[in-house]
């Protein structure tokens, strides 16, 4: 998560560079080949001409601070390239603009609009792109210039544009199959856990049941009952609603705190767990201790996997009012966003019962995952 930023950064850099190269590009021309106009009038006009490019800079340069107005930004952008065409061909005694800064960033746009509009949008707004950049070369410079050549490059800079667009849709739409892939994994990981937990639940309301019958039905026995058969349903409830079931064996219900985070620990290498007196022999609802067992496994496997070099991990926890405070710190951090979608797992796993889940890099090139959960199991859904 941490390395998309400066990637980003990088690739909005990388476009600016290039639009504003464009724009020095166009004013080069202009000057180079196309003296300024004699007369008051005719200086305005050709002064205001040239505009359209930087326009069309900005606007591209705009999608990515609105990136929700996208079509408005993409349709100002081919708005203003028209006009440019439509002035050139109403005032020929006005500068032809050169196209160089309005190509690149229409090319800008509509790569923009194949990645992220609905087909049924974006490519009805493509072939008008390819329309007004393609034919402003012919309509400002003449059929019979050189300069109408430029229609071809242009055009192959739309190609361009739209190809990536395509392809980067192709990789978000991989990205969104493989997320609910895991979020789909993550929600059938408890299907086993529901067995062993209504059995739990179960077995103490026919004890308490046993027990009323033997003691000819104290109201005591019966709150009991009536409590272990609501814990039981909302219990079920919350799992039944999460719908996961864990690779590895889950903790035995009862189990407490330490023992949930050190049958996850087990014997794994350069480990390490530390855990406050008031923690280690806590007790922990069913359905609590498999989100701690599968958070603390879900991290030993990142370590293993993105620190291989790691010298020590150290698995952590305490109490901190009502929570729980559940810590992993591994040292030989590879690229800060390592983890990748056993993330998005654990996330949604501590989510589903009011916890919070943090992740990202530490100074000394350590790794950190934190975890708080909920003493107590939330009531109900």
């Known amino acids: 998560m941490a390395a998309a930023a400066p990637a980003r950064r990088g690739v909005l850099a990388a ?21 300024l106009p004699r007369g008051v ?18 606007l591209a340069a705009l999608r990515r601070r609105f990136p929700h107005h996208l079509a408005p930004l993409a349709l100002a952008a081919l708005a203003v390239s028209a006009a440019s065409t439509l002035f050139r061909s109403l005032v020929p005694e006005a500068t032809p603009e050169p196209v160089a800064a309005e190509s690149v960033a229409v090319a800008l746009l509509v790569g923009a609009v194949c990645r992220r509009l609905p087909a049924r949008r974006a490519g009805p707004l493509a072939v008008a792109a390819l329309l007004v950049v393609s034919a402003a070369p012919v309509a400002r410079y003449g059929v019979g210039e050189p300069l109408a050549l430029l229609a071809v490059p242009v055009t192959v800079l739309w190609a361009g544009g739209m190809a990536v667009g395509l392809l980067l849709r192709d990789a978000d739409a ?12 993550e929600r059938m990981q408890l299907a086993r856990e529901l067995h062993d937990l209504v059995a739990h ?3 103490g309301v026919v004890v308490r049941a046993q027990a009323a019958r033997v003691l000819g039905g104290s109201d005591e026995v019966f709150a009991e009952i009536e409590a272990a058969g609501s814990d039981a349903l909302a219990a079920m409830r919350r799992v039944v609603g ?4 864990p690779d ?15 049958s996850a620990v087990g014997d794994t290498r ?6 406050a007196e008031d923690v280690a022999g806590a007790e922990v609802p069913p359905e609590l ?3 701690v067992h599968r958070v603390v496994l879900e991290c030993l496997t990142n370590a293993r996997k993105h620190a291989p070099d790691a010298t020590e991990v150290v698995v952590s926890a305490r109490r901190h009012g009502g929570d729980w405070l559940l810590e992993v710190v591994n040292d030989g951090a590879g690229e800060p966003g390592a983890g990748g979608f056993g993330l998005v797992g654990m996330r949604e796993r501590v989510s589903a019962l009011g916890g919070e889940l943090s992740a990202g890099p530490e100074d000394g090139g350590r790794w950190r995952v934190g975890a708080r959960l909920p003493t107590t199991a939330p009531r109900g859904l």
């Open 201 to 203: 639940h179960v077995s």
């Open 15 to 35: 476009e600016v560079a290039a639009l504003l190269g464009a724009v020095v590009v166009d004013l080069v021309l202009t000057l180079r080949f196309h003296p």
């Open 289 to 291: 201790s498999t989100t």
């Open 270 to 275: 350069n480990a390490r767990v530390e855990l």
């Open 41 to 58: 009038t005719a200086s305005l006009l050709t002064t205001a001409a040239p505009a359209a490019g930087s326009a069309t800079a900005v």
């Open 248 to 262: 590895y064996a889950v903790p035995r219900p009862g189990a407490d705190f330490g023992e949930v985070v050190r």
């Open 174 to 185: 991989r990205q969104r199959a493989e997320l609910d892939r895991v979020r789909e994994s």
């Open 242 to 245: 999460m719908l996961r079931s």
